[in-house]
């Protein structure tokens, strides 16, 4: 039994070195087949371990891999967005130069006929005012040198096709403007010239440069006869040969002389009105002839039935004789 047992186990002999005794240790069989085992054991979960630490940290950078994948795929799309927002920029600001171009050629020919006007207005000495608010800010100025400043507000693509559209719009809101003014600009140019030749062919200038007047309109004593008349018209004392003016712009429709009238002009003005010069020593116009107001028509005379140089001046309305006075004044006159 002893043997049995001695057989179970191993002695180990330790020796340090020959100064110091050996040293026995007795192990049993069984003991030492454990650490053995315990080893491979240990070894064995440590591989186990490394082996599941290795799968946790080969998983953790396949998701950071498609993480980043992920995050590619966007910044593509986003990046092919962008380009696709730059390419509808590009193109409507293409679109936006072209129709400036356009436009450019619309304002021009707008200006030419607002020159025109101008022109009209400065040679006919039209006065023209008004209150509204596009000329009050008209006394506004602009310099971009001058300081500025402001919160700084980033730009987006999409706020830059935002900003394309709405200046489409205007655009468009111009075009339609500058044809309205097309269209309208030669119908004001023509209402002013017809305006213009209202103002112009009504008489209102004195017509002569004598301011004395020697018979009124209406009923007077005739000095011929001494018996009470109607006076169609006034007459101004002057000197022979003096000049008379033309007391507006019109035509002459009559340059003749008869026996009570002697010499005499009718000019026929707008609106039905007519001015008519008699007792003339001298016409210079013609039948026929356009004259413009303060235009020298005549020189003063006796001519006809008349006691001495004088003009007899008259305005016809519609026909019929009115006050001349109404029309002309001596404020009116070329002095």
Same mark, same amino acid.
Do not use: C
């Given at each position: ?13 330790? =020796? /340090? ?6 040293? %026995?240790?007795? +192990? ?27 799968? &946790? !940290? ?10 980043? %994948? ?12 962008? @380009? ?22 619309? =304002? ?6 607002? &020159? ?17 608010? !596009? ?21 987006? @693509?999409?706020?830059?096709?935002? +900003? ?27 209402? !002013? ?6 103002? !112009? ?18 009923? /007077? ?13 006034? *007459? ?17 429709? $009559?340059?003749? @002389? ?30 026929? *002839? ?9 020189? +003063? ?5 008349? $006691? ?20 002309? /004044?001596? *404020?009116?006159?070329?002095?």
């Amino acid at each position: 039994m002893k043997n049995a047992t001695a057989n179970r186990r191993l002695t180990l002999l330790v =020796m /340090r070195d020959a100064q110091h005794s050996v040293k %026995q240790i007795h +192990l049993s069989k069984p003991l030492l087949l454990a650490v053995p085992a315990a080893a491979v054991l240990s070894l064995s979960g440590l591989v186990l371990a490394i082996q599941a630490h290795s799968s &946790q !940290a080969i998983s953790n950078l396949e998701q950071k891999v498609t993480l980043e %994948q992920l995050k590619n795929i966007q910044l593509q799309s986003s990046i092919t967005s962008r @380009e696709q927002s730059i390419e509808r920029l590009q193109t409507e600001i293409i679109k936006l130069s072209s129709q400036a171009k356009d436009m450019q050629l619309k =304002m021009q020919h707008v200006d030419q006929l607002e &020159q025109q006007l101008q022109k009209f207005i400065d040679k006919h000495k039209i006065s023209m005012s008004t209150d509204a608010p !596009a000329d009050k800010a008209s006394s506004l100025s602009w310099d971009a040198s001058e300081h500025v400043g402001g919160e700084y507000i980033a730009v987006h @693509e999409n706020d830059m096709l935002d +900003l394309a559209r709405e200046t489409k719009d205007d655009f468009q809101e111009m075009q339609e403007l500058l044809k309205t003014m097309e269209s309208n600009i030669p119908h004001t140019l023509k209402k !002013a010239q017809e305006t213009q030749v209202q103002i !112009a062919g009504n008489p209102t200038v004195w017509p002569t440069a004598s301011k004395v007047m020697t018979s009124s309109f209406g009923y /007077r004593t005739d000095p011929f006869t001494g018996k009470a008349a109607f006076h169609a018209g006034i *007459d101004i004392a002057g000197d022979n040969g003096g000049p008379v003016y033309a007391a507006g712009a019109g035509k002459v429709i $009559t340059a003749e @002389e008869s026996g009570a009238r002697g010499r005499y002009i009718v000019i026929e003005h707008p609106g039905g009105l007519q001015t008519w010069y008699m007792h003339l020593s001298k016409i210079l116009v013609n039948i026929g *002839d356009t004259v413009d107001k303060r235009q020298q028509i005549a020189q +003063l005379g006796s001519t006809g039935r008349s $006691t001495g140089p004088h003009l007899h001046f008259q305005v016809v309305k519609q026909d019929k004789p009115v006050n001349p006075l109404p029309y002309i /004044r001596s *404020d009116n006159s070329l002095n």
